[in-house]
């Protein structure tokens, strides 16, 4: 999850928290991202009558698509604690959900580094 805290010279400063244990994330490589989706059977030789209701991407996401921010330690806890086999949880490298949502959000690294020079010049 996002939170506000407040930083050792009293401003505030955003930060990623684990959604189990409620730590922040201080190492990115240490972190992933995960979600619930539902479950479809796949049709096996041994029941060959049994088929998949596939579903669009959208429907078979669990609480819209909602997003938890994990220590990987904590993964296997939270998702028992949250449904656990009853739901698929996919997942993927914290580092990775920055850059998807870099790139989603029609920023350019470019204009990353743009505002970083910015910042630095404005003291943040």
Known sequence: MLRVIKTGSGTSAP????????QRIENSGLALCTWKEIK???????S???YAIFLKQQASLVEQGEL???????ADQFEMAH?????????????DL??????????TFED???VEVEREEMGW
């Open 15 to 22: 930060v990623f928290v684990c959604d189990h244990c409620k």
């Open 40 to 46: 479809t059977r796949q049709p096996t030789e041994e």
């Open 48 to 50: 060959e009558n049994e």
């Open 68 to 74: 938890y921010i994990l220590h990987k330690v904590c």
């Open 83 to 95: 449904g656990g086999n009853e739901y698929r949880w996919p997942w993927l490298e914290f580092i």
């Open 98 to 107: 920055l850059f998807f949502l870099t790139s989603n959000s029609g920023i």
């Open 112 to 114: 990353l580094q743009r």
